[in-house]
Each structure stands twice: as C-alpha cells, then as structure tokens.
C-alpha cells in the first residue's frame, strides 16, 4: 500500500508538472522554439525520475524465503520459515524448479506439503504475501544418528547401527561434506577416511530413487569413539560377538528428487 501511495504521488507530481510547464510554452509566445526545446527536456529529466523511483520500489519489493510447505491450495501456501510463517501465492507464471543431482523444470503437481523450498518474488507489504516468481524445490533430508558399524572405504560407503538395533548404509559421494568433533573441542574437517568403527555420527541423507534401503549421506558430523569412552556395543562383543553387516559395493543410482520424510 505504501509503494501505491508514493507511485500515485509521484504520477500526480509529474502531472502537474506537465501542466505547469505546458503553462509555461503557452506563456512564451516570443520564443516558442527555445520554450519547447526547455520543456521536453524538463519533461524527459521526470519521466527519468520517475521510472528510478518505480524501479527502486521494485528492488525494494524483490524478496527470498526458505522453509517448509504447509497447507497447500491451488494457488497458495503457508511457508513455515523458522517460528515464523509466510503466505506464498504462485500462478502459472510462475516458475518451478526440481533441485537435485541436476536441475529440472517442475510444475505445481510438484508441490507438496513438507517439501522444503526457496521462494523467489515480489513481497505484498500489505497483504504479507510474496508473490512467486520463482520457486526452487529441495529434496528433504531424513536425519540419523548412531554408532559406526563397518566402513567399506573401497566401495565408498559405511553402516551405522541406529536404535532398535537397526542398521543403516549409507553411500559416501564426492559431494557429501563432513565435520567432526576434536580432542580440542572444536570443530574439524572430517571425511570418510577418518570414520572408524565405534565412533559416533550425525548423518543428513536423502534415499535413492530405486533403492529407498540406501542413503546416500548428504552431511555427516562426527564423534571421534576415543572421546565417547568405552562404547557399550564393544563390551556386548566380549562376552556375545555378534556378525556384522558386510558392505558390498553397489551401483550409484540417483537419489529421489523429494522424498517422503
């Protein structure tokens, strides 16, 4: 609204304007040449004005938000940004993008509820709505946490047994970034050769496509096993060993583009 008040000001500024210096041709009868040459170049220097300030406004107006989609219409939704909330509105203007391995154009069958996205546009001040433009679909990461089981460095991957004595694989790419926790209490690069078995790790994933039992790992942080002390799963083995999961190397398939979390 305010953007509208001072576009509706300036528009009637350079009305006025154009009357006063029409007045003023009119009144200079004794050199019209030189009167017209004075007022289309007064003339031009507001119309320059005026299309800088409407750009600016414009600038002004251009707004990014990342966060997950919630309750989803045909023409909206809620974007859940942190505590807060922002209202989206797309048309079928609107450009729509698949992030992944690669990028691919999508369309509105491609947004659904839960799906994280940056949302690129103009932002509605009044209403506290962004008006897409463009919106950038991101694949949802599932979160895992547990004690390192084997590491396979040959087939680029490594298992994690989680709680419920579940295990997990997970594919280590030349993209997955990795941190670790140091003796020195801060935080290191860490990668798959620094795993090792017993250590604990945070890991960020995203499943494969035609493999929803392999993850492949998008982030992982680490606990060294010499900072944790003496795992439970190494005294368990002492009385009762148990077979480990043996990692075998697969074919790399590609990772779904937004999977279900």
């Known amino acids: 609204m305010k953007q509208l008040i001072v576009l509706t000001i300036i528009a009637g500024f350079l009305m006025i304007a154009s009357l006063s210096l029409a007045q003023e041709s009119s009144d200079s009868k004794n050199s019209p040449a030189a009167s017209s040459m004075v007022d289309e170049k007064k003339i031009q220097d507001l119309k320059e004005k005026l299309a800088t300030k409407v ?79 463009v919106i950038l679909l991101q694949p949802g990461q599932l979160h895992f946490s547990g004690i390192v089981s084997e590491v396979n460095r040959t087939a680029g991957n490594f298992a994690v047994k989680l709680s419920g004595d579940k295990t997990q694989v997970f594919e280590y790419e030349k993209t997955t970034t990795a941190d670790e926790y140091t003796e020195a209490k801060k935080t290191g690069k860490s990668g798959l050769s620094r795993l090792v078995k017993n250590d604990w790790v945070e890991v960020w994933g995203t499943p494969f496509e035609d493999d929803n039992t392999k993850i492949e ?40 583009a937004s999977p279900e979390s």
């Open 55 to 133: 750009a600016e406004i414009r600038e002004n107006q251009k707004r990014g938000f990342f966060g997950e989609i919630a309750a989803l219409t045909k023409t909206n939704f809620t974007l859940a940004v942190g505590s807060n909330e922002v209202k989206v509105r797309f048309d079928d203007d609107t450009k729509i993008y698949k992030l992944g391995k690669t990028r691919t154009e999508g369309a509105a069958v491609d947004l659904k509820n839960s799906l994280t996205a940056t949302v690129l546009g103009l932002y509605d001040e009044e209403n506290k709505q962004q008006n897409a433009k």
């Open 217 to 256: 790992a998008i982030r992982i942080f680490r606990i060294p096993q010499a900072l944790l002390g003496k795992p439970a799963a190494e005294e368990e083995t002492e009385t009762s060993p148990k077979p480990t999961t043996t990692l075998k190397a697969s074919p790399k398939t590609s990772p779904k």
